[in-house]
């Protein structure tokens, strides 16, 4: 939601033809033995001095499942762009990598066939996935024709691969090298030598290694707190508390401070906030002198208190927001009076569980931790950006824990085998393409304030054609269906989404959220077509109603509109009352006629064009009118407009009326409105107006509220 689409853009539409010939060649060759074998030593050579320093595309292959079962083949009774399920290959890695839009090396098979093989969707680590010498199962290994004509195996899912131990039975009696010398196989040995390699490469490897050199207990113990400190350093929150909670069962004393710290450093990141807390409790009963436990206590209380009021200090994280980047903050997620529930064709959506008021919070989510990329380097935001689905796909992959809130997800037609998610060889199978649908179809683009304190303009969403230069997935927000006239609005702070209600809501009631912006409604239907419905709001069926000639007339008006607007705005300073006068008549005839091409009540359907008009009619009068108090009457007249086209419902709001300024319904969420009251406000204050001023005040604060996420920072 509010991404870019490729049809927008020429050159990546040439891109996308580019690469679908490119996979209709390679498909041509589909069930063919390679052509040409590769001799290992040029092949080993030529990737060592390869420049790899060039760009790189990668598209997406033809679709297939992530594998569940294997038994063994060879590299020769390998066809290419098939798909040899239900089989596995062993390869062991002969160069260092390189990674590109993949981790890549040249391997070999027991037969000592060489080719390359591509690992997609494997994560930036201190660590190199493949090493000379390691030894890998491929599943389901499918043989893939290159762009520059050679071959290579091609590994989309992660689960798809498995890393074997130089112990490891399944490796073949010809690759057993020094590392299985029966001298260094004590626990020991590789205890001492994951110590040497922490924070370099391998140090993994060592402390696996380590584990399968039949241990004594207490050494057992020992590596598993060291390997729990390298499961939280690669965010594998899953695994770390796993050896942990091993380690926390038999020992006491300093090992025992450290687990409980490990323990809630692993339930921090997995924002199980209260657990955290009780381990953190525990530690600084048994270890009163623990300066860091009590710190990170008061933090998971902060976080816990967050998770379950909603109370956020906004400011705070405003400043953070302005500070970090990518502004990943470190708060919890909160769930208000809102719950999933079926809403019949429609899938499913969020409903309210108690009547709520304009302005109030109904949810504040944390994206996905680590689940949100800034592509301002890349520049261009075209849906899901295969950075997402790699980060995506390795914390699924490292945390199974975490897959239950992204399992359900909507994929559109995508249809996942049995079993995806499941736990095979210790790991769950995790399937990238239906990851890759998953953020196609769920992932939200947000803009990030530029700077603190630079904040003029909400940030949470903006015309259509702007770009939204990061992006995320939160993951109970994607179960929000779409509506042009919705009833919430979502903000961002940081990662941080923050969705309010923007209507008094019943209880029961369906939440809806415009997943793009439909200031120009004429086009919505284009960029919603990627989600495969038709919008049925009162807007999209008036805008059906509409002819090009009406919308036409309409522009026209505006832009004669907006001309006499700018005249206006610079004799503001000058004396030229006549003429000044002359120029609101002249854009009250026009907005008047723009008035007459509506037929429907705004109440039911915004008239968004108008709106523009009688909004920056209304600015423009407010800058004029300073000390001229005429001028100032007519901005409030217009202001008020304004709203109304927007469906608002006010009562009074008129100069010597005494009735006050009471919102009875509000309108439709436009980023200008905020502008409008501020304009209204300003007006009242010119008139002297004092009360109704502090009113339009009040409004202007909700429509912030709403805007921004949070009203700390109004003033
Ligand atoms: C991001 S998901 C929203 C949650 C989804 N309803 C579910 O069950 O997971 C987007 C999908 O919801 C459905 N949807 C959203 N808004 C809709 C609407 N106004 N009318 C019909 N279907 C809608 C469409 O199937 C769309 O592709």
């Known amino acids: 939601m509010n991404t870019l689409q490729a049809q927008d853009f020429p050159q990546i539409l040439e891109c996308i033809e580019d690469q679908k010939r490119m996979l209709r060649n390679a498909q041509s060759y589909a069930g063919q033995r390679p052509a040409r074998k590769n001799e290992p030593k040029p ?71 060489v080719f390359l093989l591509q690992l997609y969707h494997q994560v930036e680590m201190t660590e190199d996935i493949l090493v000379p010498g390691g030894i890998l199962i491929i599943k389901d290994p499918y043989l893939k024709l290159t762009a520059d004509g050679r071959h290579g195996l091609r590994v989309d899912h992660v689960s798809d691969v498995v890393f074997l131990l130089a112990h490891d039975k399944r490796v073949p009696s010809c690759w057993h090298s020094e590392l299985t010398n029966p001298q260094l196989k004590s626990a020991d040995f590789w205890k001492t030598k994951g110590n040497e390699f922490f ?40 695994a770390a508390l796993v ?65 379950t009021t909603g109370k956020y200090q906004f400011k705070k994280l405003h400043a953070e927001a302005a500070r ?113 649908r998953i953020l196609l179809l769920n992932s939200f683009g947000c803009k990030f304030p530029e700077k603190a304190g630079a904040l003029k303009r909400p940030v949470g969403i903006d015309r259509l054609g702007n770009l939204f230069p990061s992006l995320g997935l939160w993951t109970f927000a994607s179960h929000m269906n779409h509506s042009c006239l919705s009833n919430a609005f979502r903000s961002f702070n940081g990662d941080m989404m923050i969705v309010r209600a923007i209507a008094d809501i019943p209880v029961d009631a369906e939440i809806t959220i415009q997943y793009l912006n439909p200031f120009n409604p004429q086009h919505q239907q284009k960029y919603i077509i990627n989600w495969a419905f038709v919008c049925d709001c009162a807007m999209c069926e008036d805008d059906d109603h509409t002819s090009d000639i009406v919308i036409a007339k309409r522009k026209r008006l505006g832009e004669s509109l907006q001309q006499l607007l700018r005249l206006l705005s610079r004799r503001g300073g000058s004396s030229g009352t006549a003429s000044i006068a002359s120029l609101i008549r002249k854009s009250s005839d026009l907005l008047a006629e723009m008035e007459e091409t509506y037929i429907k009540p705004a109440e039911g359907v915004p008239r968004l064009t108008l709106w523009v008009g009688y909004r920056d009619f209304a600015c423009a009068l407010t800058l004029t009118g300073a000390g001229l108090s005429s001028n100032s009457q007519k901005a409030i007249e217009i202001g008020l407009k304004a709203l109304r086209c927007l469906g608002f419902v006010i009562e009074g709001g008129s100069l010597g009326s005494n009735q006050g300024l009471v919102v009875k319904k509000w309108g439709y969420m436009e980023p200008g409105e905020l502008d409008c009251w501020i304009c209204l406000k300003t007006a009242y204050d010119c008139t002297g107006s004092h009360e109704l001023a502090l009113a339009a005040e009040g409004c202007a604060k909700v429509c912030y509220r709403i805007q921004l996420g949070e009203a700390e920072t109004f003033q």
């Open 324 to 436: 970090l980047r990518p502004p990943q903050l470190d708060h919890a997620t909160y769930i208000g009076p809102v719950e999933i529930r079926q809403s019949g064709s429609r899938g499913r959506n969020l409903f309210t569980t108690k009547a709520v008021k304009t302005g109030d919070l109904l949810f504040c989510e944390k994206a996905g931790d680590n689940l949100l990329i800034d592509v301002n380097a890349n520049c261009f935001t075209s849906g899901a950006q295969p950075e997402l689905i790699t980060i995506l796909v390795q914390k699924l992959y490292r945390n199974p824990s975490l897959t239950s809130a992204v399992k359900g997800l909507h994929c559109g037609s995508y249809s996942p085998v049995q079993g995806t998610f499941d736990i095979i060889d210790g790991m769950p199978v995790i399937d990238s393409f239906l990851l890759t």
């Open 243 to 307: 050896d942990v909670n091993s380690v926390l069962e038999v020992v006491n004393g300093k090992t025992k401070e450290k687990a409980l710290f490990r323990k809630a450093q692993a339930l921090y990141s997995l924002q199980r906030y209260r657990e955290c807390c009780e381990a953190l409790k525990a530690l600084c009963l048994d270890y009163p002198d623990n300066a860091a436990a009590k710190v990170k206590l008061s933090e998971a209380v902060s976080r816990l208190a967050e998770q």
């Open 199 to 238: 924070g370099q490469s391998r140090y993994q490897a060592a402390v696996e290694q380590a584990l399968d050199s039949s241990p004594r207990a207490d050494e057992c113990h020992i590596i598993k707190l060291n390997r729990s400190l390298a499961f939280l350093r690669t965010n594998s929150f899953d």
């Open 43 to 113: 092949a080993v050579q030529s990737w060592l001095l390869a420049d790899l320093h060039v760009v790189h595309s990668s598209a997406l292959p033809t679709l297939y499942p992530a594998i569940l079962r294997a038994g063994k083949v060879l590299f020769n009774n390998l066809v290419l762009e098939t798909h040899h399920r239900g089989t596995y290959l062993l390869v062991r890695v002969l160069t260092p990598q390189n990674r590109m839009t993949a981790v890549m090396a040249i391997v070999e098979d027991e037969k000592s066939e």
